[in-house]
């Protein structure tokens, strides 16, 4: 019985510059797709954005972590205005009702990657900070 060897990461990992990136790819090439493909996002895109959120956190250099929170949910916003906006033409009530619909249908993918990040980030600060018991 083998077993798969584990991912071994060559170096310190990614920059916050390459974590902004590769965000920014993934999740504006899942939601273009599914913009394309069904005229809506849905589950493709939602997956796409935990996997942001959990490959910033993993492949991130040690005090990436909050840019890697920060980013899935400004790129997710941002590319879907205007994809809609390339997508739709300029109609402000369409445009505005699709993107109200797509913020709505990805916020439960948004809330648990958000809340896992943010998870973590605290906690890497509070590991940092120094005990009471050592202070005294």
Do not use: C
Not at 73 to 80: D, G, R, T, Y
Not at 100 to 108: K, Q, R
């Amino acid at each position: 019985m083998s077993t798969a060897p584990k991912l071994a990461i060559q170096g310190p990992g990614l920059k916050k510059e390459g974590i902004v990136i590769l965000q920014s790819f993934f999740i504006g090439l899942s939601t273009f797709i599914e913009l394309w493909l069904r005229t809506g996002v849905g589950v493709i895109t939602g997956v796409t954005i935990l996997l942001a959120f959990y490959g910033a956190l993993r492949f991130g250099r040690p005090g990436t972590t909050y840019v890697g929170v920060v980013t899935p949910p400004l790129v997710f916003a941002l590319s879907a205005l205007i994809l809609l906006l390339l997508l739709d033409g300029f109609h402000p009530s369409r445009v505005g009702i699709d993107f109200i619909a797509a913020l709505a249908s990805e916020a439960p993918f948004l809330i648990i990657g958000a809340t896992y990040g943010w998870f973590v980030y605290v906690n890497a600060k509070a590991k940092a900070r120094p005990s009471k018991a050592r202070r005294a």
